[in-house]
């Protein structure tokens, strides 16, 4: 089982970027994904999750800017950010639970994590 992360890279404050999510081995149809993020020096920390049946919830810093959504022909999630910040900057991360809702925000809940992808803006 893999998840693959892309689409990072670096951007100035007020851009966007798409970030996908390939899953290979398995199908997560099924499964709530997530992405997470970690700056240097923090926490990992949550971003956004979106459940088996569509529904999202989002992080209070990102709420309004960035959208989740998923593709389960495809086995892939996305992340569209807007708008970004210079605090946006992190390592982010795609995560697939084992169930088809999570029950809380922590990265402990997630069973396969991808590889992570750099988002950098810059002031």
């Known amino acids: 089982v893999q998840l693959q992360a892309s689409g990072g890279g670096l951007v100035q404050a007020g851009g966007s970027l798409r970030l996908s999510c390939a899953a290979s081995?398995?199908?997560?149809?099924?499964?709530?994904m997530g992405w997470f993020r970690q700056a240097p020096g923090k926490e990992r920390e949550f971003v956004a999750v979106?459940?088996?049946?569509?529904?999202?919830t989002y992080s209070d810093s990102v709420e309004g800017r960035f959208s989740i959504s998923r593709d389960n022909a495809k086995n892939t999630v996305n992340l569209q950010m807007n708008d970004l910040k210079p605090e946006d900057t992190s390592v982010y991360y795609c995560?697939?639970?084992?169930?088809?809702?999570?029950?809380?925000?922590?990265?402990?809940?997630?069973?396969?994590w991808g590889q992570g992808t750099l988002v950098t803006v810059s002031s």
């Open positions: 995560a697939a639970a084992a169930g088809a809702v999570v029950l809380g925000f922590r990265p402990g809940l997630y069973e396969y």
């Open positions: 081995g398995r199908s997560f149809s099924r499964n709530a």
């Open positions: 979106i459940r088996w049946s569509g529904g999202s």
